[in-house]
């Protein structure tokens, strides 16, 4: 498998060049609804540990006022935080 990253505007310049058969084409490639869920319930589990792991490690790099605010917004309250990051 391939994965290519691109910015918004890339994204929409490709969708704008794809034919429009082509482009439906990929979109029937997803997962149906149970077939979603089948692959949720076995591996969505490690999917939220491997997320989760990556998150830490990436906090663990920024400076302690931006990792402060990013786990604000996830609605830990101040009290917590303040014992946290004093």
């Known amino acids: ?8 505007a ?5 969708t704008a060049s794809l034919p429009a058969d082509k482009l439906e084409e990929s979109r ?8 979603l869920e ?9 999917m ?3 997320v989760a792991a990556a998150a830490i490690a990436t906090l663990n790099y ?11 917004i996830s609605g830990v309250p101040a009290h917590c935080l303040d014992a946290c990051f004093a």
């Open 10 to 14: 890339e994204g929409s310049l490709l």
């Open 28 to 35: 029937t490639a997803a997962l149906g609804v149970d077939q």
């Open 38 to 46: 089948t692959f949720i319930g076995a591996w969505g589990s490690d």
């Open 48 to 50: 939220e540990d491997a």
């Open 1 to 8: 498998d391939v994965t290519f990253s691109m910015s918004e």
């Open 62 to 72: 920024w400076p302690v006022s931006k990792a402060r605010g990013f786990i604000a």
